[in-house]
């Protein structure tokens, strides 16, 4: 049974990198396509990034800036870096796994397994 | 970006009712759309994909419907584990997530 673990600092200065990691277990990194979602203290999800099992990334573009997501196929882990962050980054960050169904063309990506979360904090 | 709509913003409800949540997106998205619940401290949990396929595990009090752009989520009686908040979620461009919908309890 695959299984995530979000792992990082729980706090971060302004204006700094904040670098999260998400280590898959129960299943190869290679096999799927991966996301990281976020949730604000109080609010709603926000979708931040995917990555392919080709290694093609699509981001939110509301952060496309400053948000870059990668993985590691040797430590079948999965990473997040947010550059130049605010308070407004601070959240609860998750990492989780596209699942997928249908056949050739249609493929219904759906957000399957999930992470317990990271929560992370910018201040000063 | 296509938006996602969710209504209401909370659902005052007891155990035993049946529960409608509407979703509606920006545009067409065919059926790639996706129902999750998340209960307070912990990570959401898939219920519905491709608008109306119920994932394993989940009791089949659970249904979803709909295509184009507008969907709903319907709990046929309402137990004292889904007082929850419920969040759609397109994946027809990109990824999106409606507001959500807090059911809680009358």
């Known amino acids: 049974q695959v299984q995530l673990q979000e792992s990082g600092p729980g706090l971060v200065k302004p204006a700094e990198t904040l670098s999260l990691t998400c280590t898959v277990s129960g299943d190869s990194i290679r096999s799927y396509y991966w996301s990281w979602i976020r949730q604000p203290p109080g609010r709603g999800l926000q979708w931040l990034a995917y990555?392919?099992?080709?290694?093609?990334?699509n981001y939110n573009p509301s952060l496309k800036s400053r948000v870059t997501i990668s993985v590691d196929t040797s430590k079948n882990q999965l990473s997040l870096k947010v550059n130049s962050v605010t308070a407004a980054d601070t959240a609860v960050y998750y990492c989780?796994?596209?699942?997928?169904?249908?056949?050739?063309?249609?493929?219904?990506?759906?957000?399957?397994?999930w992470g317990q979360g990271t929560a992370v904090t910018v201040s000063s | 970006d296509i938006q996602m709509t969710q209504s209401p913003s909370s659902l005052p409800a007891s155990v035993g009712d049946r529960v409608t949540i509407t979703c509606r997106a920006s545009q067409n998205i065919n059926i790639y759309l996706n129902w999750y619940q998340q209960k307070p401290g912990t990570a959401p949990k898939l219920l519905i994909y491709a608008a109306s396929s119920l994932q394993g595990g989940v009791p089949s009090r659970f249904s979803g419907s709909g295509s184009g752009t507008d969907f709903t989520l319907t709990i046929s009686s309402l137990q004292p584990e889904d007082f929850a908040t419920y969040y759609c979620?397109?994946?027809?461009?990109?990824?999106?997530f409606g507001q959500g919908t807090r059911l809680e309890i009358k």
């Open positions: 990555i392919s099992n080709s290694g093609n990334t």
């Open positions: 989780a796994r596209l699942g997928v169904a249908g056949s050739g063309p249609y493929y219904y990506y759906h957000l399957d397994v």
């Open positions: 979620q397109q994946s027809y461009s990109a990824i999106t």
